[in-house]
């Protein structure tokens, strides 16, 4: 039978949830690596037991970790995150310049095709890759140095590299995003990059005057049967891309605000699209106290609340950038952690909702793997 494994990384240590495709009953190992943060957790699409995990803390770094049989054991992998060129500088918060700095791993993107193949987003923002399960690590330098890069300036979470997207259909097309730089486009598998920004608009400013780079996009997502269509949840708006990045539109409508980090697609339905709206930058948590999670059925503009199970009083969580996933099962399931340690899933595309997981540290990351 069908097999759902959800993967959340959280403060305080990573969870990894399983359950039969009926996704009524949810078994909950972990903590895995307790007391790290565990930024982001992955499954290889072309192994399922192959997942891929970033581990840090402050007293002793970054860690890569590895599992070959679907995380039920770990094994620390390579951990050398070394630019490959003089770093130089770019901007800081203030606008004055900071030297390049490696950080920690904020996303992991294992190939569509080989287990062994992953790529890496870190902060300050690089593009990693390794060919040999995560052994070794070989930054490609194409976007760190775009003629661009000098005048980039950290999100308020840092100057992160937080999406990767590799397109099933174009060989050597994927797509990176940062904050707070923007969405770039690679067409030669990361050899060479180019910002993929227009229509996106800052506070503040007038269309015509719009730099191509300096967006603090938060997360971007493909639905891999129609890859030139790009869905972004950015700092302020809601956008759609038809022309692969070439053009970005608002479709934010009618939702109560168009602020939030997550985005995600429905699996067999490319024009259902899913976020999280929050109240502001500066109010992290969902508008009037009430948890939803708004579906779009037309790709954007016109906005439903999905509530059912959801917390509709006192609830004042965030969902971070990486924090939703959707399954691929005919009966699409959704998922997404909080920061108050919920994972909620719906094995109906999002009508009615409920907890998997409570009381967890804080949620960083959610995946989610459909295993034959």
């Known amino acids: 039978m069908t097999r759902v494994r959800v993967l959340a990384g959280t403060r305080k240590g990573a969870f990894v949830l399983t359950s039969d495709g009926n996704r009524a009953n949810w078994e909950v190992s972990g903590p895995h690596f307790g007391g790290w943060e565990i930024y982001h957790l992955k499954g290889s699409p072309a192994d399922p037991d192959r997942i891929y995990a970033s581990q840090n803390t402050g007293w002793f770094g970054q860690l890569i970790q590895r599992s070959d049989d679907g995380g039920a054991t770990w094994q620390p992998v390579g951990n050398d995150f070394t630019y490959a060129t003089d770093p130089g500088t770019h901007l800081w918060y203030d606008g004055t310049p900071r030297p390049w700095e490696f950080k920690r791993v904020w996303h992991l993107e294992p190939s569509l095709t080989d287990p062994d193949e992953v790529y890496a987003g870190v902060e300050d923002a690089g593009l990693f890759r390794s060919a040999d399960g995560g052994v070794t690590w070989t930054e490609l330098t194409g976007l760190r140095t775009h003629t661009s890069g000098p005048g980039w300036q950290p999100g308020a979470g840092g100057l992160c590299l937080h999406t990767i997207i590799l397109d099933p259909a174009h060989a050597g097309r994927m797509f990176a995003a940062i904050s707070a730089a923007g969405t770039f486009r690679s ?78 697609v429905h699996a067999h339905e490319p024009e259902t699209v899913y976020v999280v709206p929050i109240t502001s930058d500066s109010l992290h948590f969902p508008p009037d106290g009430r948890l939803r999670v708004y579906r779009s059925r037309t790709g954007g503009d016109e906005w439903e609340p999905l509530t059912s199970g959801l917390p509709q009083e006192h609830c004042y969580v965030n969902v971070y950038r990486d924090a939703m996933a959707v399954d691929s099962l005919q009966e699409c399931g959704v998922y997404f952690g909080t920061t108050g340690g919920q994972v909620y899933a719906s094995a109906d595309a999002g009508d009615t909702w409920a907890p998997i997981a409570r009381d967890l540290p804080a949620v960083l990351s959610v995946e989610v793997q459909t295993i034959p």
């Open 187 to 264: 067409d030669d598998a990361g050899q060479t990059w180019r910002p993929v920004n227009r229509g996106l608009h800052s506070e503040g400013t007038l269309p015509e005057d719009e730099p191509e780079v300096g967006f603090c996009v938060h997360h971007v997502e493909m639905h891999p049967s129609r890859p030139d269509t790009l869905f972004m949840q950015k700092h302020w708006d809601v956008m759609r891309s038809d022309d692969a990045g070439e053009t970005w539109r608002e479709v934010s409508g009618n939702l109560p605000s168009d602020f939030g980090f997550p985005i995600g």
